[in-house]
């Protein structure tokens, strides 16, 4: 049974907007799960934890059997996200619900498959998360999880605006209750969890043509002046309108230097139940 001691409630740090969601819907399973995709074949029962902009859940769906799969999100708000992308592709029978990872509400046993991606560096207890993602595995099922490590990007030019549009972010999701360099962590927190098959991998986004340069100077200059991550800079006095639109404008600028080279580092886990 789920343990009913009350868990911290998740924070996202990024939120819903437009700057957020344009980004998140270049997601596919090939760029964001491939760790994943050689363990799957149609049939399987996959749960999706954090599905958001849905479009790696549409692309699993496709795999198992939109019947086969569950996405879960932690608001209403978010999972119409996901039940929006599933109905523009034209994926019918997938079950969208509303959760806490930290709390599932679902059986033991109850899939095959669990993937998570990006969702464990902004949970409080990413621990406890992955004991239950383990717990609604079936024995011999795999939980897949994939997350960012923030203080591991790297970009050139060196650029101090830059460094201190990271400074804030770990500021704020380590404010937050986060974990924004989740990605190293992710092993040893699969193993606090009662894992013991684990196998540990890491890729990278790299942004460097001109196009991704500018879609993702685009993403991290709206999330400055717009949404909760600049409400929650202007509110706790870390940085004001007048730095958060400078530091928006380094940004873009920087994308349009053609030698301009931004990595994203992320850390993987394929776990066995």
Same mark, same amino acid.
Request: proline share 5%.
């Given at each position: 049974?789920?343990?009913?001691?009350?868990?911290?409630?998740?924070?996202?740090?990024?939120?819903?907007?437009?700057?957020?969601?344009?980004?998140?819907?270049?997601?596919?399973?090939?760029?964001?799960?491939?760790?994943?995709?050689?363990?799957?074949?149609?049939?399987?029962?996959?749960?999706?934890?954090?599905?958001?902009?849905?479009?790696?859940?549409?692309?699993?769906?496709?795999?198992?059997?939109? #019947?086969?799969?569950?996405?879960? #999100?932690?608001?209403?708000?978010?999972?119409?996200?996901?039940?929006? #992308?599933?109905?523009?592709?034209?994926?019918?029978?997938?079950?969208?619900?509303?959760?806490?990872?930290?709390?599932?509400?679902?059986?033991?046993?109850?899939?095959?498959?669990?993937?998570?991606?990006?969702?464990?560096?902004?949970?409080?207890?990413?621990?406890?998360?992955?004991?239950?993602?383990?717990?609604?595995?079936?024995?011999?099922?795999?939980?897949?999880?994939?997350?960012?490590?923030?203080?591991?990007?790297?970009?050139?030019?060196?650029?101090?605006?830059?460094?201190?549009?990271?400074?804030?972010?770990?500021?704020?999701?380590?404010?937050?209750?986060?974990?924004?360099?989740?990605?190293?962590?992710?092993?040893?927190?699969?193993?606090?969890?009662?894992? #013991?098959?684990?196998?540990?991998?890491?890729?990278?986004?790299?942004?460097?043509?001109?196009?991704?340069?500018?879609?993702?100077?685009?993403?991290?200059?709206?999330?400055?002046?717009?949404?909760?991550?600049?409400?929650?800079?202007?509110?706790?006095?870390?940085?004001?309108?007048?730095?958060?639109?400078?530091?928006?404008?380094?940004?873009?600028?920087?994308?349009?230097?053609?030698?301009?080279?931004?990595?994203?580092?992320?850390?993987?886990?394929?776990?066995?139940?």
């Amino acid at each position: 049974m789920p343990d009913t001691t009350a868990h911290s409630a998740p924070a996202y740090t990024h939120g819903y907007g437009a700057a957020v969601l344009d980004s998140h819907r270049t997601r596919t399973a090939a760029n964001s799960a491939a760790h994943l995709l050689p363990h799957l074949r149609t049939g399987q029962r996959l749960l999706d934890v954090g599905s958001g902009a849905g479009t790696i859940t549409a692309d699993l769906a496709r795999i198992v059997g939109p #019947e086969h799969l569950t996405a879960l #999100e932690v608001s209403e708000q978010a999972a119409a996200l996901t039940r929006a #992308e599933l109905e523009r592709q034209g994926i019918q029978g997938a079950q969208v619900v509303v959760g806490d990872a930290q709390e599932l509400s679902f059986p033991a046993d109850s899939f095959d498959v669990v993937h998570a991606h990006q969702v464990l560096q902004h949970l409080p207890e990413p621990v406890t998360a992955l004991a239950e993602l383990r717990r609604v595995t079936r024995p011999g099922g795999v939980v897949a999880a994939r997350d960012s490590d923030y203080e591991g990007f790297r970009w050139f030019p060196e650029t101090p605006g830059i460094d201190r549009w990271r400074e804030l972010y770990l500021r704020a999701a380590r404010a937050n209750g986060g974990t924004p360099d989740a990605g190293r962590r992710l092993l040893a927190w699969a193993h606090a969890a009662g894992f #013991e098959d684990v196998t540990p991998g890491a890729s990278t986004w790299l942004y460097a043509t001109a196009e991704a340069r500018r879609a993702w100077a685009e993403t991290c200059a709206g999330r400055l002046t717009a949404g909760p991550f600049a409400a929650q800079l202007e509110r706790a006095g870390w940085a004001e309108a007048e730095e958060r639109a400078a530091l928006a404008e380094v940004f873009l600028g920087w994308a349009e230097d053609p030698d301009g080279w931004f990595s994203l580092l992320h850390g993987e886990i394929l776990a066995h139940a």
